[in-house]
């Protein structure tokens, strides 16, 4: 596997100088939509009123839920990396390759998000259709930004008092998983079980079950059970038994 490139990237300050000289607006008037979709926004605002705006794995899910694409500018470390989410064709496009070696999920914070740039394969406006290179499965981009990425807890909207299990009928192509993580979904396949059940298996902690179902819920493989019997609220990730590990 080969390691994340920066070369192609913006620097931080090169990027920002950019944007505020309107040197990274491209294309001819008309071409590109110049606002998000209304229902976008106003999941974004949400968020920004929550004071989650700016957390990438929770505007990545407003993404997915609103199935509507976007650019996404990323800061990682010294550089910016730009990311367009197309949900409905279940791909994203970017320069690097998010399951490259090397690469500090954990880095990750949002500079902005923007209509997309590109289009999806087989567009009718092909002029904003990019290299066939720069296209690759969503579902990897999702598993990895929530398993190695800034967020440690779970997304709101699968929060509280929850079973989970995994359903392996709408199974995609997720990375494969390994250790303790993949025990865990074999469990979650052959039954339901809520976020304090799962910390307490082998190798798990809170925070490990926590990314675990957040990146099975963006891929669409986990059932969310708020009726379940197995339903328990989820226990905090400091003190106790349920104590951070690492």
Not at 163 to 178: E, G, I, M, Q
Request: charged share 25%; aromatic share 6%; net charge positive.
């Amino acid at each position: 596997m080969k390691g994340f490139d920066t070369s192609s990237l913006w620097r931080v300050s090169a990027f920002r100088k950019a944007r505020r000289e309107g040197l990274l607006d491209i294309g001819q008037p008309g071409d590109r939509l110049t606002i998000l979709p209304t229902t976008l926004l106003a999941d974004l605002r949400r968020l920004q009123n929550e004071g989650a705006g700016g957390d990438v794995l929770e505007v990545v899910a407003a993404c997915l839920r609103n199935q509507e694409s976007a650019l996404l500018c990323l800061e990682l470390g010294a550089h910016v990396w730009p990311i367009t989410l197309l949900p409905r064709q279940g791909l994203y496009h970017s320069p690097q390759d998010a399951l490259s070696e090397g690469l500090a999920m954990a880095e990750l914070r949002l500079v902005s998000v923007e209509p997309p740039g590109v289009r999806a394969p087989g567009d009718s406006m092909s002029q904003r259709v990019a290299s066939a290179d720069r296209y690759r499965p969503l579902a990897g981009l999702l598993w990895v930004i929530a398993v190695n990425g800034p967020r440690p807890d779970l997304l709101a909207e699968i929060s509280g008092r929850v079973a989970y299990r995994f359903v392996a009928s709408n199974k995609k192509d997720l990375p494969a998983t390994r250790g303790a993580m993949a025990s865990a979904v074999l469990r979650l396949e052959r039954q339901s079980a809520p976020l304090r059940d799962i910390a307490g298996w082998p190798g798990m902690s809170v925070e490990r079950a926590s990314r675990l179902l957040n990146a099975l819920y963006l891929n669409g493989v986990l059932l969310v059970s708020r009726s379940h019997p197995a339903a328990r609220d989820a226990p905090t990730r400091w003190g106790g038994l349920f104590a951070r590990r690492r």
